[in-house]
């Protein structure tokens, strides 16, 4: 899976991972008798051949045997199918999501009929995308059986395929499906799951063509790779009818989701197996040139800071003060956040009560800096989006208030599961579809998520409610700071009642990720994260003594510059 350089290092330091998904088993083929030699796909759990019905075997036996043959490593529905009647089995195809379990309770319910309840369930569309609990975290499968040849057989096969939670934690592996925003103006990543295996580049174009704003239907061959890690992907004819535009569009899209299956390098379209000529001429192209509509790639690789007093820009051969007038010494702050593509800088009061506003060059008088916001409790470390936003929240004692400046205009915006709410740190994701907030005095250390609906040109429409994330782990305690560290994930710095201080990645739809349990803690003197969703740049923290740590690769926190208050990744 690919994760940014926080969860890579971090990997070493939590306790046992679990991945979840969902996607189309293979359907056909033999049963095999021995483990395949990929190793390197399929040695993270047990070969594992389940049996067929046994003669004789009983309603509820036929059930359980159904479902035990869905866990065949590698994965495959072909041993599932036995235990299905003549007609399900050439009809049945669980191609409407997935039901991930921690238990099944099989019982009778008449001489026909097999009630299965899965406890701890979770469910995942058709993509793989994870939709969260069911109902009381608990799925009903009605299975309704028939006689043929003397023996009970499955006649109504569920559509979703029902998984035990162990199997998703050594089978299904996350990745990334890339969709344009409604402005068309970025890609928003989405985290699906998908069994490990042959088909995962066909799965991910799959998921692609399936969602919002596809420029073609589906597949027509599916996705083959040849020895030179070209991949051709098999469109129908409407692929022949595209514009140069959406043409160019598709392959960027294709490229970002490609190029985390390991071996391929190029791309080449076809439709009806003939190919597409590319806009620039080409019959393939480079996944790693399409650059454009970036969610997560830096706009600058230095951090900004909180210095002796003004702000600073810190690189490994010490700091330079900013220019415009937050460069100078005179102003009070205690947060920062920095535009690269606005050449802006906005920065909270020491007292929490006022946003300031400045460029970070020019003149550096005083009268340079605008104060949008004034008359504020407690303003929390800002944050910019690539439409020009700057986002602002008021950790007021009543409940949170959330600010979008825009053009130097404020304006209050009701943001649902976060607006009246205690929080304690907030982030926007690079891709500007996300407010994040850490809610402060809950039972449990979770997050809660509010979707950016925009309208064309990026303007802010409306903020719906994404969803509570529930931070995995036990006794984490309260959540200090929060910050993007991957495309669909958020890295989280959480201080137990004893303590005790904890850094881990979580995946922002909710989903279990590739972590789970309580990760090692951290040095109990951190108090920031300087985090970025941009894979190149290193993992940071402040700590409470003023040193900017970065995160290297055995593991440690290294000291990397001093006389820090607060710092950050420039927006």
Same mark, same amino acid.
């Given at each position: 899976?690919?994760?940014?350089?926080?969860?890579?290092?971090?990997?070493?330091?939590?306790a046992?991972?679990?991945?979840?998904?969902?996607?189309?088993l293979?359907?056909?083929?033999?049963?095999?008798?021995?483990?395949?030699?990929?190793?390197?796909?399929?040695?993270?759990a047990p070969?594992f051949?389940?049996?067929?019905?046994?003669?004789g075997?009983?309603?509820?036996a036929?059930?359980?045997?159904?479902?035990?043959?869905?866990q065949a490593?590698?994965?495959?529905?072909?041993?599932?199918?036995?235990?299905?009647?003549?007609?399900?089995?050439?009809?049945?195809?669980?191609?409407?999501?997935t039901?991930?379990?921690?238990?099944?309770?099989?019982?009778?319910?008449g001489?026909?009929r097999?009630?299965?309840?899965?406890?701890?369930?979770?469910?995942?569309?058709?993509?793989?995308?994870?939709?969260?609990?069911?109902?009381?975290?608990?799925?009903r499968?009605p299975?309704?059986?028939?006689?043929?040849h003397?023996?009970?057989?499955?006649?109504?096969?569920?559509t979703s395929?029902?998984?035990?939670?162990?199997y998703?934690?050594?089978?299904?592996?996350?990745?990334?499906?890339?969709?344009?925003?409604?402005?068309?103006?970025?890609?928003?990543?989405?985290?699906?799951?998908?069994?490990?295996?042959?088909?995962?580049?066909s799965n991910?174009v799959?998921?692609?063509?399936?969602?919002?704003g596809?420029?073609?239907a589906?597949?027509?061959?599916?996705?083959?790779t040849?020895?030179?890690?070209?991949?051709?992907?098999?469109?129908?004819?409407?692929a022949?009818?595209?514009?140069?535009?959406?043409?160019h569009?598709?392959?960027?899209?294709?490229?970002?989701?490609?190029?985390?299956v390991?071996?391929?390098t190029?791309?080449?379209?076809?439709?009806?197996?003939?190919?597409?000529?590319?806009?620039?001429?080409?019959?393939?192209?480079s996944l790693?040139?399409?650059?454009?509509?970036?969610?997560?790639?830096?706009?600058?690789? &230095? @951090?900004?800071?909180?210095?002796e *007093? %003004? =702000?600073? /820009?810190?690189?490994?051969? !010490?700091?330079?003060? +900013?220019? #415009?007038?937050?460069g100078?010494?005179?102003?009070?702050?205690?947060s920062?956040?920095?535009?690269?593509e606005?050449?802006?800088?906005?920065?909270?009061?020491?007292?929490?009560?006022q946003?300031y506003?400045?460029?970070?060059?020019?003149?550096t008088?005083?009268?340079?800096?605008q104060?949008?916001?004034t008359?504020?409790?407690?303003?929390?470390?800002?944050?910019?989006?690539r439409?020009?936003?700057?986002?602002?929240?008021?950790?007021?004692?009543?409940?949170?208030?959330?600010h979008?400046?825009?053009?130097?205009?404020?304006?209050?915006?009701?943001?649902?599961?976060?607006?009246?709410?205690?929080?304690?740190?907030?982030?926007?994701?690079?891709?500007?579809?996300?407010?994040v907030?850490g809610?402060?005095g809950?039972?449990?250390?979770?997050?809660?998520v509010? &979707? @950016?609906v925009?309208?064309?040109? *990026? %303007? =802010?429409? /409306?903020?719906?409610?994404? !969803?509570?994330?529930? +931070?995995? #782990?036990?006794?984490?305690g309260?959540?200090?700071?929060?910050?993007?560290?991957?495309?669909?994930t958020?890295?989280?710095l959480?201080?137990?009642d004893?303590?005790?201080?904890?850094?881990?990645?979580?995946?922002?739809?909710?989903s279990?990720?590739?972590?789970?349990?309580?990760?090692?803690?951290?040095?109990?003197?951190?108090?920031?994260?300087?985090?970025?969703?941009?894979p190149?740049?290193?993992?940071?923290?402040?700590?409470?003594?003023g040193r900017?740590?970065?995160?290297?690769?055995?593991?440690?926190?290294a000291?990397?510059?001093?006389?820090?208050l607060?710092?950050?990744?420039?927006?």
């Open positions: 899976m690919t994760r940014t350089r926080l969860a890579a290092l971090l990997a070493g330091l939590l046992a991972a679990v991945a979840a998904g969902c996607s189309t293979p359907v056909t083929g033999p049963v095999h008798t021995r483990a395949d030699e990929d190793t390197n796909s399929l040695n993270q070969y051949a389940p049996p067929g019905p046994t003669p075997a009983s309603t509820t036929i059930v359980n045997g159904f479902l035990l043959a869905i490593n590698p994965p495959s529905t072909a041993v599932a199918r036995s235990f299905l009647s003549d007609a399900a089995r050439t009809t049945w195809k669980p191609v409407q999501g039901i991930v379990y921690d238990g099944a309770d099989v019982e009778e319910d001489s026909q097999v009630d299965v309840r899965l406890s701890g369930s979770h469910l995942l569309d058709q993509r793989g995308a994870w939709l969260g609990a069911s109902a009381g975290s608990t799925s499968l299975f309704v059986l028939t006689q043929e003397g023996e009970w057989r499955i006649a109504n096969p569920p395929l029902p998984v035990p939670t162990s998703f934690r050594s089978l299904y592996v996350p990745y990334t499906l890339y969709f344009y925003d409604r402005t068309g103006s970025v890609l928003v990543p989405t985290r699906i799951y998908l069994p490990r295996g042959e088909q995962i580049a991910l799959r998921g692609l063509l399936d969602g919002p596809a420029a073609v589906g597949l027509d061959s599916g996705v083959t040849n020895a030179d890690g070209i991949a051709e992907v098999g469109l129908g004819p409407e022949q009818r595209l514009t140069p535009p959406d043409l569009r598709l392959i960027v899209q294709l490229s970002w989701t490609l190029r985390q390991p071996g391929i190029r791309l080449r379209v076809t439709a009806d197996g003939v190919p597409v000529p590319l806009p620039d001429g080409q019959s393939d192209v790693t040139e399409r650059l454009e509509y970036d969610p997560v790639t830096a706009p600058a690789r &230095e @951090v900004v800071a909180i210095s *007093g %003004r =702000v600073q /820009r810190i690189e490994r051969q !010490g700091a330079t003060p +900013v220019g #415009g007038p937050l100078q010494p005179g102003f009070a702050l205690r920062v956040a920095q535009s690269v606005r050449g802006e800088l906005a920065a909270v009061a020491g007292n929490g009560s946003l506003v400045a460029r970070d060059r020019g003149a008088g005083a009268t340079r800096v104060t949008p916001i008359g504020a409790e407690n303003l929390l470390r800002p944050a910019y989006d439409f020009g936003g700057l986002w602002a929240v008021d950790a007021a004692r009543g409940g949170a208030v959330v979008l400046v825009t053009a130097g205009t404020d304006r209050v915006v009701r943001v649902p599961g976060i607006s009246g709410r205690r929080i304690s740190a907030f982030t926007v994701t690079r891709d500007g579809a996300r407010l907030a809610i402060a809950s039972s449990s250390t979770s997050l809660a509010a &979707e @950016v925009r309208a064309e040109r *990026g %303007r =802010v429409a /409306r903020v719906v409610e994404g !969803g509570r994330v529930t +931070v995995p #782990g036990s006794n984490l309260s959540i200090v700071d929060v910050g993007q560290d991957g495309p669909t958020a890295a989280v959480t201080l137990s004893s303590g005790t201080r904890h850094v881990l990645s979580v995946e922002l739809d909710g279990p990720g590739d972590q789970i349990g309580t990760p090692d803690p951290v040095p109990d003197h951190l108090v920031a994260l300087v985090v970025s969703p941009d190149s740049l290193p993992a940071r923290a402040v700590a409470a003594d900017l740590l970065e995160l290297t690769g055995s593991g440690q926190w000291r990397i510059a001093s006389d820090v607060t710092a950050t990744y420039a927006q």
